[in-house]
Structure formats: structure tokens, C-alpha cells
């Protein structure tokens, strides 16, 4: 294979092309908008399996995606490691502290903990702040001789008749291309506030109740919600309210100074779509990663390229 287009320029087309640029391939990508205009662009992202299926293969991504982020730490990428509180609660899946190197995760001391939480894994894990990654991985595209394009495409037709290998990461936007019906929203809703004298933390213990605060170089993000098939891309002030109720809740003394505020819609999907399309066999769809983009981002791209490669 010579060719290949990957449709979609979040964090998992960019991260699929240049995959698939390191085993020869020429790779172009068609986005319906630039990358500094996708959900991934105005995200997180801290490393951590959230709302993402199946545990079996998300822990596989997770821990491919945590080597290569480790590669990255030495370029000025936006990628660092920082300590990352975690509550759990018994039924938690905390499977994912097994794919750090030993050392790294321990369980939290009572006294280390936000107000409110009873149990939680301290762990250095990957900080990925987009807004300095997508344009850092753009460039790295670009200089391995990649092709971009701006186009929508709508419909599994159109894609399969894009090139002999077709890579379909185009999130939410799925939807429509695939008329799949198994992909749908959870609606995030986050602050971005002034960076916090507080450990970076989260407790998704209690779905409709989650709480963080992730602490980037030049800010913090702050959240947030999680509410399951809701299409409303616009700020809800009783959102916005209900973050900072619970971020005061978690004993944070310092006030919040409110950035910006934001909305994302996470793709999710009871499993991520990751296999070749039934009916155009040169179409590999990757997408719905859920509340994990980046932290499976990688794991997604190489087991790609490793299929491609054989
Ligand atoms: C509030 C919030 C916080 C999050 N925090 C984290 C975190 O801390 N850690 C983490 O790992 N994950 C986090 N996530 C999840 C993460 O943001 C997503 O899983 C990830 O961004 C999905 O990436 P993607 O590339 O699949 O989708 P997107 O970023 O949405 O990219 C899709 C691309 O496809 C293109 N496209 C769509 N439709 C078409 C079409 N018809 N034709 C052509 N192009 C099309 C778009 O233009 C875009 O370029 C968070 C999500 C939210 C909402």
C-alpha cells in the first residue's frame, strides 16, 4: 500500500496519520474544519480511562499511548507528567494503575485528599494540553511530507471511494457518515479558570456529580459534567454553578478566576469502532474513544499501522 487518506484531524486522525506516515505511507488528511476547531483542540487532557469500552483493549491503547507520550516529553510538545489524585469507589475500574511503570501510583493518604473523597490512587500520568499538541502534531505531519485537505464528507459511500485505504476518524461526526446508531453524546461542560495551588485531582465516582481540576503550564481546566445523550453545545450557567458548587464542596480554598467557559460533546460508543467496514473493505474506522481520546490515542494508531504493515 502506497496511499492512504485519514478523514478527521482531532487527536486520533493526527495521531493515525502520522502512525501510518512512519511505516511509508503518503497520507493525506480531509477535515471538515482545522484542527484548531475540533472537540480535541478545546479538551483536557489528562491520562485516564474515562467513560471508554472495552476495558480489555482501552487498557492495551492506554498503555501503548503512555510510552509514546514519554518520547514526547523531550520536545516541546505540550506533553509533561504530573500527580494525579483519583478517587475510587468499590466497582471503580482502576485497572488502568497497571499500566504505569512501578513506583508511580500509590493509594492516597486520608490527609492528602480533596474534601469529599474517601479512596483515590495518587499517579504521575501524562498531561496532554491540546492547544499545544494538535499544532505540534500537525507540524510533524506536515514535515513528513503529509497532504491536508478541508472537505466534508457524508456519506460511507463518499469515504470508501476516497482511497485505496480510507481511516474514518471523525468522532461524533461518525454519526451521520455511518447512520450508526450505537454512537452518541455525553455533553462535558468545563471552566477554564487561572491554574490552582492545589494538586491536580478528579472523582468520577458519582455519574452526573463529576469533579476536577486539571492544572495545564498557563491554566486550569476545571470541571464538569457528564450527562449521556445531550446535544447542547451552548454554556449552561446552571452548569457553571453547579462546577463551582462542587469544586468549593472539595474544600479548594482558592477562588476560581473564570477564563473561559466551555462545551464538548464526548464521542461514546458501548465499544470504540476500531475494524474495517463490512461492506468497503478499504475503509478502517477509528472512532468513538469516549472521555479517553488522548489517552488512547496512540495505542489506536500503531495497533493500526501494525494491521496495515502485515
Ligand atoms: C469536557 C471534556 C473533557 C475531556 N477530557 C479528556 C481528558 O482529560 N483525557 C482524554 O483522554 N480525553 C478527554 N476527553 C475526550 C476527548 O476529548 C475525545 O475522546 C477526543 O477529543 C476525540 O477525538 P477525535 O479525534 O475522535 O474527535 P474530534 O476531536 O471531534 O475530531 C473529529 C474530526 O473529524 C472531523 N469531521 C467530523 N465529521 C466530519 C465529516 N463529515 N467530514 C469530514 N470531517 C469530519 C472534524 O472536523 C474533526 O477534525 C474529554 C472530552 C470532553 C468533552
Known sequence: MKSATVVGSGIIGLTTAIALQEIGIQVRIISREHFKNSLSHKVGAIWFPFEIAPKEKTNLWASQSYTRYLEDLRKPSGVSLIPFINAFVAGSNIDWQYQLPKG???EAQKNELPAGMETALIAEVPLVEPMIYLPFLFGQFLENGGDYQTQTISSLHELGGLDELVVNCTGLGAKEICEDEQLYPIRGQILRCERFDTISFADPTQKGALRYIINRTNDAVVGGTDYVNDWNESIDPNDTELILKRIENSGVKQKPEILEELVGLRPKRKAVRFEFDPEFSNVFHNYG??????????????????????
Open 104 to 106: 508511580t501510583v500509590r
Open 289 to 310: 474513544h469516549g472521555g479517553a481520546g488522548f489517552t488512547v490515542a496512540w495505542g489506536c494508531a500503531l495497533e493500526l499501522a501494525e494491521l496495515v504493515k502485515e
